[in-house]
């Protein structure tokens, strides 16, 4: 097998030879390869072709056809539907019809008329770049080592020097069919190279079967790679060298913790944002650096990044050990940074804008560092703010390499604006689903792994928001974040061991909370247990467990959210998950029911005195909610069976039959009603009851 240092050679033969005959099918494996290394390609960047001989459907006879990674998606997930087919003559024919750079977004519309394949994905951007070159395999990749040397100011010559002239260079233009043109102008002038270097863009790289160009762009790659490795250090050190020391682990997890919901507040003045954090060696390399205030500022090169990752990063004038417990000092400190990136980017927006520009979009950062602790991202939703994260630090890579060999260069202003707001950009932004109702929300939802709390996550999951999974039961907790990993994917959920009356794991869990996702906007205290005895067989131990976890646990959690929703400054929502037992006077509940009681009232309090903060606090109020629920284990199904005088198996139906609607309950009736009140139309509601009970006339609230 083949060895590289700096790259991972995955190509495996036994697989490849069940696949012999099928070029595309081949395609996509070598897709698949190199998008499953990051050193490579980042995440939905670069695209992969390949042109085989098929038989028209309308003639019967042999047309070369390309094969295409279509629009979005990510070759490192590559499958045939993700894959645009062309008729590769039709589409050289659009030479004919061409007017020039100035209307090249035209020929975008003129890619359908180019199209084999009827139920393929539609063509890219790139199209063009891959159908004027001749070659079968194509490989466009944004390697952060090839980039370096993209984006340096000699990187031409760097070029043409480390390759020997067999590696061809295409200055910075916009994807489109005018570079494609200019593809194949600098092939036809340079016959015998084995790849082009796009100017603060990426690489192309080819070969006549689909095992050459993984080989091709594999050793391209690492030549770039052990050059800048070479040079780091040589000629100064990385980036200027260090400024300032790092805290240890534990601390920058702690301050960034601490920050995380102040600088979710601020990104989320248009729209509720979700946050990533990151701490890795190669950003605290670059933060801590005497650089940063040089580069930073400059912005990033492969239009990838900047698109991911706005025009430019706000660095915090903060220290890392900065004491942050001056919540509303902090607020008043920040406020002007923000503010001042605000009006850069409104600024670079009127400086550069054209008359059919899309209006201005969101002008908070989406790149924060923080020196000495790390980088912040907020976007849209996880995986976008995760994937900026990536992006950033693919940007700091590059810089690196650049600043190694020669100075790094990024876009031009003008540049970078004609891609961000670019009319096909916004069309594609356009084509996106509309945001779900709890889209850019964060959940804490008690006691979530199972039963009447993971229906609630599962909902909240289904209507965008993302979920911090807890439990006192490790390997129940386990359970459910595996079930929401296979369901919903990575970026969903967060996990936290919880026991509610814990206050250190209570502390711990809305760190996660804030690590994870920057903060929390919903909190749903459900977590319980319930106990029935007469009062003859109630002992103190059953008393106090009742209070703790049902009284002590709500007011405790409460208590911990508000000061992360007071950090925000964005309102947010708690929902208590009481009972019906809180207004009905049963037998054999003395401690369960007087406990209900009082967590309806605690919820009265809070709704009264969180109003001014926009935080709002409802109740739902179940009842026998049997399925999946730990309240119906430790004997209370049994306690209530002799009760009534029936027995376990006769509950479900002698609860529905009491009923006014002769229902039974289900932890997803819950889950709707949790729903109703945070999905957006109970905006101004606080301080209410719901009963989810199927009507029980005893449970009328008035």
């Known amino acids: 097998m083949l060895q590289f240092k700096h790259v991972s050679y995955l190509w495996d033969d036994a697989k490849a030879a069940e696949l012999a005959g099928d070029e595309v099918a081949l395609l996509i494996y070598r ?27 309308l003639t019967g006879t042999e047309v070369e056809v390309m094969w295409i990674k279509g629009s979005g998606g990510d070759i490192g997930t590559l499958k045939k539907s993700g894959l645009a087919a062309l008729y590769v003559d039709r589409l050289r024919s ?64 760097i070029t043409q020097e480390l390759f020997g002239g067999t590696i061809g260079w295409v200055e910075w233009k916009k994807p489109g069919f005018e570079l494609g043109l200019q593809l194949k102008q600098c092939l036809d002038e340079n016959p015998g190279i084995r790849g082009i270097m796009l100017g603060s863009h990426g690489l192309f790289t080819w070969g006549d079967t689909a095992y050459e160009s993984y080989i091709n762009t594999l050793e391209v790659i690492e030549k770039c790679a052990e050059y800048l490795e070479e040079n780091y250090g040589k000629k100064a050190p990385v980036f200027g060298g260090q400024k300032i020391e790092s805290l240890d682990e534990s601390g920058r997890k702690k301050q960034a913790a601490a920050i995380a919901p102040i600088l979710r507040g601020f990104c989320s003045s248009e729209r509720h944002m979700i946050g990533h954090f990151t701490d890795d060696a190669r950003v605290l390399e670059f933060i801590n650096s005497n650089g940063l205030s040089r580069l930073a500022p400059l912005g990033t090169s492969c239009p990838d990044h900047f698109l991911r990752t706005k025009i430019s990063p706000l660095v915090l004038d903060l220290q890392p050990g900065e004491d942050l417990s001056d919540v509303k000092a902090l607020q008043e400190r920040l406020t002007p940074a923000f503010e001042a990136y605000r009006q850069m980017y409104t600024d670079y927006y009127n400086t550069c804008k054209h008359d059919n520009s899309p209006a201005i979009r969101d002008t908070n950062p989406v790149i924060i560092l923080y020196p000495g602790v790390g980088l912040f991202s907020f ?165 106090d467990l009742l209070y703790d976890v049902l009284v002590k646990g709500q007011f405790f959690i409460t208590q911990a959210a508000v000061t992360i929703m007071k950090k925000q400054a ?71 069976a002799k009760a009534y005088g029936i027995t376990v198996a006769e509950l479900p139906a002698y609860y529905a039959k009491r009923t006014l609607l002769n229902e039974v309950i289900l932890p997803a009736d819950i889950a709707n009603a949790c729903f109703a009140f945070t999905g957006g139309l109970l905006n101004k509601s606080t301080g209410n009851v719901l009963n989810v009970d199927g009507g029980v006339a005893m449970a009328f609230v008035r």
């Open 379 to 543: 976007s849209k939703d996880k995986q976008t703010a995760r994937v900026a994260a990536e992006f950033y630090t693919n940007a700091i890579n590059v810089m690196k390499g650049a600043e190694a060999i020669s100075e790094y260069t990024s876009l031009p202003r003008q540049e970078a604006f004609d891609i961000e707001y670019w009319l096909l950009e916004e069309a594609k932004l356009q084509r996106m689903p509309k945001p779900k109702a709890l889209s850019g929300k964060i959940a804490l939802i008690t006691g979530s792994a199972g039963g009447i709390g993971k229906a609630i996550a599962k909902k909240f999951v289904d209507e965008g928001a993302v979920v911090i999974l807890n439990d006192m039961n490790v390997e129940r907790l386990d359970g459910a974040g595996e079930e929401f990993k296979n369901l919903y994917g990575k970026d969903s959920y967060a996990t936290a061991v919880l026991d509610v009356t814990n206050s250190e794991q209570i502390g711990a869990a809305l760190d996660t909370a804030a690590l994870a996702f920057g903060g929390v906007d919903i909190v749903i205290n459900n977590a319980g247990l319930s106990i029935s005895k007469s009062i003859g067989d109630h002992t103190e131990k059953d008393w």
């Open 570 to 640: 964005i309102g947010g929502d708690i929902i208590n998950i009481v009972s019906k037992n809180a207004l009905v006077s049963g037998p054999n509940n003395a401690g369960y029911g007087s406990a209900k009681a009082a967590q309806l009232h605690l919820s009265r309090l809070n709704a009264a005195e969180l109003g001014a903060d926009h935080i709002r606090v409802n109740v739902v109020n179940p009842d026998a909610v049997i399925s999946d629920s730990n309240i119906w284990a430790g004997g209370w199904a049994e306690g209530r």
């Open 31 to 57: 897709s698949n390869l190199l998008g499953a290394d990051l050193r490579l390609t980042n995440y939905g960047g670069g695209n992969t072709s390949c042109k085989v001989m098929s038989k028209d459907p």
């Open 94 to 157: 659009l030479k004919n019809v061409y007017r020039g750079v100035a209307y090249e977004d035209e020929m975008v519309e003129l890619f359908n008329h180019c199209i084999y394949d009827l139920a393929s994905k539609a063509p890219s951007i790139d199209t063009p770049l891959h159908g004027f070159l001749p070659f079968k395999h194509i490989d466009h990749l944004h390697p952060d080592a090839a980039i370096a040397i993209a984006a340096a100011k000699d990187g031409k010559k």
